[in-house]
C-alpha cells in the first residue's frame, strides 16, 4: 500500500543551522505530496506543498521539491531559528484514490539558541 | 474565520464506558476527516466524509468505532466498550473538496484507564 519514510528524531540544531529532514514515499499512482507542521501545544498545520513532479513547495523559508525518480519530498531550511521547533510531517495524497493523506511518524525539531 | 473545532479537548474516561468526539468543520467544507495519533505514532485515517456519506470508513481499527455527520456540518466519532490501546489523540480536519488542503482541528486527547 502507500507510505511515507521520514527520517527518525528527534532532531536537534543550533540556531542558524542548515536543517534537512528527509522523506520518501512509495504510492500505487501520481501521489501529492505534503509538509505538516505541529507546534507546541498546538493543532497540525499545512507547511508547504508540490502536486507534481519537480514541483518545489515552499514556505516561512522552508523547501522541498518533489523528486518522482528518488520518490522523495526532503524539507529543507538554510537558518533555522528556535521558532521552527515543532514536529513535522511528511504526508501523501492520492488523486483519485482515496481521499486520505498517509503520514510519515514525524520529526521532532529542537532549535536551541 | 473560525477554523476546525473539537470537542472535548481532553477526556478520561474508565476502559469499557463509551465516549463521543464531536468536530465541527469550517463552514463551507464539505470534505471531512477524522484521523488518530498514537504515542510515538504518525496519524492513522479512521474515516472521510464527503456530505453526509462515509464513502471510505477503511481506517476503523473495529466495530467498536463509528461516526456520523449531519447537516454536512457537524461529525460524531464514537467509540463504544473502550479500552486502553484507544487512548490517542484524535484529530479531525476538513476541505474544501476532495484531495484540496485539509485544515486540522487541534485534537481530542483520550486516556483509557
Known amino acids: 500500500g502507500d507510505s511515507v519514510t521520514q527520517m527518525e528524531g528527534p532532531v536537534t540544531l543550533s540556531e542558524e543551522a542548515f536543517l534537512t529532514i528527509n522523506c520518501t514515499y512509495t504510492?500505487?499512482?501520481?501521489?501529492?505530496l505534503f509538509w505538516y507542521v505541529q507546534y507546541p501545544g498546538e493543532g497540525l498545520q499545512l507547511l508547504l506543498k508540490a502536486t507534481k513532479a519537480d514541483d518545489k513547495g515552499s514556505n516561512k523559508g522552508f523547501e522541498a521539491t518533489y523528486r518522482k525518480e528518488t520518490t522523495s519530498f526532503h524539507l529543507e531550511k538554510g537558518s533555522v531559528q528556535v521558532s521552527d521547533s515543532a514536529v513535522y510531517f511528511c504526508?501523501?495524497?492520492?488523486?483519485?484514490?482515496?481521499?486520505?493523506?498517509?503520514f510519515g511518524k514525524g520529526t521532532k525539531l529542537t532549535v536551541n539558541p | 474565520g473560525a477554523g476546525v473545532s473539537q470537542s472535548p479537548s481532553n477526556k478520561v474516561t474508565e476502559k469499557g464506558k463509551d465516549v463521543e468526539l464531536r468536530c465541527d468543520p469550517i463552514s463551507g467544507h464539505t470534505a471531512l476527516y477524522w484521523y488518530r495519533q498514537r504515542l510515538g505514532q504518525g496519524l492513522e485515517f479512521l474515516i472521510y466524509f464527503q456530505g453526509n456519506s462515509a464513502p471510505d470508513k477503511s481506517g476503523l481499527p473495529s466495530d467498536r468505532f463509528s461516526a456520523e455527520r449531519t447537516g454536512e456540518s457537524v461529525s460524531t466519532l464514537t467509540i463504544q466498550r473502550t479500552q486502553q490501546e484507544d487512548s490517542a489523540v484524535y484529530l479531525c480536519?476538513?476541505?474544501?473538496?476532495?484531495?484540496?488542503?485539509?485544515?486540522f482541528g487541534p485534537g481530542t486527547r483520550l486516556t483509557v484507564t
Open positions: 480536519a476538513s476541505s474544501l473538496e476532495d484531495a484540496g488542503e485539509q485544515y
Open positions: 504510492a500505487t499512482g501520481y501521489p501529492s
Open positions: 504526508a501523501l495524497i492520492l488523486l483519485g484514490g482515496s481521499e486520505k493523506l498517509v
